[in-house]
């Protein structure tokens, strides 16, 4: 547990050093006349952090000045940030998710709605419980009932009519510093299929990139990480949780502020456990190219899934691959996210529109063109793989096309 620098952050001792660039000034902070709350406050991040790593028992803290970035920071202990913030009435700071200083556990989700209206924000929540629920289990290999406690979680939301964006954060579960966050969330998404569940469409150039709703930039040094209650400057769109702000539950919301006795630490050492926990290799070693940032030249997604990221249209295909005698179902189904096609492989019902009726032992494949909006079925037979044969393809339903319309205004909408 030593591990944890330690947020005795209650009861801050200042031991009579005052760094030469450190001006007290509360005067300034308290618009509605002064108080005792102490802070200290610097124009720069480098002189903050400078001054943070000789104060502990003060945390580190941001404010926007203006729209276009600048910023100053704030070093107070949680009690004096508390008596300074709730007067506030224009709330625009943040966090500083300082290196080398233990944090819970949280993901920032965002991406474009009008892009996305097929992802359903619950399932979303509950694919990203799921993820750490699975990550728990192989780290600690403890039964489901015995990490509840550590799975409860607070999502703030931020969103608009545009954006979707939300903070979760898991008040119970911590890492040495953000960057193994970070590498908890990465392993996590490269041994799980639930990753499949977690991408959305982005809007980028002239064509549609399938990224994921997790922002991983975040997991970076000193990140400075927006609180409950504030705004970015010059927009009316602060984080909340749907409760009246208190000091103990903005202090829960806060990624770096726990008491040790209330957690469970995971170590960089524990996240080794875990593990590929089904048949996701080629999931995997796409998504590591994306993990990493890196521009792929033929990105897409694959999975051996049976879902693809659009559950209304996995369900449309599984109602066509169907008659009165065979029902169908898919066998899996690969997201090429650079020519935004779905491949279905269908297992039982083989009816090839080639030949007019079921194939005997060769397998019929379902495409789906998202950009166009077409299905179309092709298959593994060897004479119809000679020529090439597609069928006649045929538009999607008009309510799939409602819930999209992706192709067309998603494009120009960035
Ligand atoms: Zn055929």
Redesign the pocket.
């Known amino acids: 547990m030593n591990t944890i620098p330690t947020c005795s952050f209650y009861g801050n001792s200042l031991k009579g050093y005052i760094p030469p660039a450190l001006r007290q000034d509360t005067r300034k902070l308290n618009h509605q006349g002064p108080s005792k709350a102490k802070c200290f406050h610097f124009p720069t991040q480098s002189a903050a952090l400078e001054a943070a790593a000789k104060l502990p028992g003060l945390e580190l803290f941001s404010e926007d000045l203006d729209s276009s970035g600048t910023r100053h920071y704030l070093l107070a202990s949680y009690n004096d940030f508390w008596e300074i913030y709730r007067k506030r009435t224009n709330k625009h700071f943040y966090e500083v998710i300082r290196e080398n200083v233990s944090c819970k556990l949280y993901f920032d989700l965002e991406y474009v709605q009008a892009c996305n209206t097929h992802i359903q924000e619950s399932l979303l929540l509950e694919s990203i419980a799921k993820l750490v629920k699975e990550g728990l289990k192989q780290i600690l290999k403890r039964k489901d009932y015995a990490l509840l406690p550590y799975l409860r979680c607070l999502v703030l939301d931020s969103s608009s009519k545009e954006k979707f964006s939300k903070h979760i954060v898991f008040p119970k579960i911590v890492f040495p510093n953000n960057r193994i966050a970070g590498k908890f969330i990465s392993t996590l998404l490269q041994c799980s299929d639930i990753t499949s569940q977690l991408l959305v469409l982005k809007p980028s150039r002239d064509e549609m990139q399938t990224v994921l709703a997790i922002d991983l930039s975040v997991y970076s040094r000193n990140r400075c990480f927006r609180i409950l209650g504030s705004s970015k400057f010059g927009e009316n769109r602060p984080l909340t949780l749907g409760q009246q702000m208190t000091q103990r539950l903005l202090n829960e919301t806060l990624v770096c502020c726990f008491h040790p006795d209330d957690v469970i630490l995971i170590d960089e050492a524990q996240i080794g456990y875990i593990q590929p926990l089904n048949d996701s290799f080629e999931l995997s070693s796409i998504l590591k190219t994306s993990l990493l940032h890196t521009k792929h030249n033929d990105p897409f997604v694959a999975s051996h899934s049976k879902s693809s990221p659009f559950p209304q249209v996995d369900k449309f295909i599984e109602s066509v691959i169907g008659d009165g005698q065979v029902k169908g179902s898919i066998r899996n189904v690969v997201f090429f996210s650079s020519s935004l096609k779905l491949v279905y492989n269908i297992q039982k019902y083989?009816y090839?529109?080639?030949?007019g009726r079921h194939?005997k032992s060769?397998h019929?494949v379902i495409i789906v063109e998202l950009n166009t909006m077409c299905y179309y079925?092709?298959?593994?037979?060897p004479?119809?793989?000679a020529i090439d044969?597609r069928s006649p393809p045929r538009p999607l339903p008009e309510q799939l096309l409602q819930d999209f319309n992706l192709a067309t205004s998603c494009k120009d909408s960035k």
């Open positions: 083989r090839c529109h080639r030949i194939h060769n019929i079925q092709k298959c593994l037979d004479e119809c793989r044969y």
